[in-house]
């Protein structure tokens, strides 16, 4: 099994074991969402340079996101690797603001040049044929028009996906897409119970609905491959969630995601060792400066998921 190695990127250093779905558990402050952002830009530069927007949504989560890509290196330099692929980060503060330039070992390169009047980035040398291939989800979800300096986004091929509802025991929830009173294309939810029905914009849904359509939608994607999900069960009804783990499990693709919540651990391991998906990857991390690793793999993963009452108490 392959290691990502990280070494300066928002002053992490440090390696762990990465498989085709891997679950990050650990404290506050530990490092969960930085590996998950290094990890998103190794895959960014080798497999998917045309998601660029929403893999930006990883560094707008944390607030501001100039401040944000500016900080990810807190040196000059850093360095990301993965299975003899790397990318080299560097930074140059200037008057206007700073320029980042990422350098990958397939010779992809981006360029990013964050400035008190947006956001600029320019892409050299990469596989034209490599559009888009990565999906992010946060404890929130960003409308990407919002931030300062970046292409709005939209939900990707929404019109394509052939399922589009999420049904609970006592409510179904449907996309419907239509026109809004202003003429312009718009996402609503339609909303069915018993009793009663109603709609209205998918931005007025609460934030764990918002975010399990998101997911449904990315994960029918042929062309997203990897996932990069974190803390999945912010704001997310405990039904709702389950399901959501369901179609993660169900649908073979790479999953990346970080939780803090004991319950996700076991209802996640149960449902991929059910379907024997032994290429799961449970990490727990902590870090008092230095990034400190335990890691189950497979089997062994279902097994410690099934009757651990803190991760902390997993260290030796």
């Known amino acids: 099994m392959d290691s990502l190695k990280i070494e300066g990127f928002r002053g992490i250093k440090g390696e762990l074991p990465i498989s085709d779905f891997n679950v990050l558990v650990g404290p506050n402050g530990s490092g969960k969402s930085t590996i998950l952002e290094a990890y998103a830009t190794l895959t960014l530069l080798h497999e998917a340079p045309g998601s660029f927007p929403i893999y930006l949504v990883l560094f707008a989560a944390r607030g501001d996101l100039r401040r944000s890509l500016i900080s990810s290196l807190p040196n000059d330099r850093a360095r990301i690797e993965l299975g003899g692929k790397w990318v080299d980060l560097k930074k140059e503060i200037n008057e206007k603001g700073a ?16 400035t008190k009047e947006g956001i600029k980035h320019e892409f050299e040398g990469c596989d034209d044929n490599n559009k888009k291939g990565l999906a992010v989800l946060t404890p929130c979800i960003i409308p990407l028009e919002t931030i300062e300096g970046v292409a709005k986004y939209t939900l990707p091929e929404i019109g394509k996906v052939k399922d589009l509802k999420i049904s609970l025991s006592d409510v179904t929830y449907e996309l419907v897409l239509r026109k ?137």
């Not at 902590?286 to 089997?299: A, H, I, P, Q, R």
């Open 99 to 114: 320029l980042l330039t990422f350098k990958a070992s397939n010779g992809c390169a981006l360029r990013i040049d964050v």
């Open 180 to 316: 809004n009173p202003w003429g312009e294309d718009a996402i609503f939810v339609k909303e069915v119970r018993k009793d009663r029905e109603k709609e209205y914009c998918f931005y007025s849904a609460g934030r764990g609905l918002q975010r399990a359509f998101a997911l449904k939608i990315y994960l029918s994607s042929p062309e997203i491959n990897h996932l990069f999900i974190d803390e999945l069960e912010t704001a997310m009804h405990p039904e709702l969630l389950d399901k959501a783990l369901e179609w993660m499990v169900e649908s073979r693709k790479k999953v990346t995601m970080t939780t803090q919540s004991l319950e996700v651990i076991k209802m996640s391991f149960q449902k991929l060792c059910e379907r024997g998906r032994y290429d799961s990857n449970l990490i727990i991390i902590d870090n008092d400066g230095t990034l400190k690793v335990k890691s189950f793999l497979g089997e062994d993963a279902c097994d410690v998921s099934e009757y651990w009452d803190d991760p902390r108490l997993m260290y030796d």
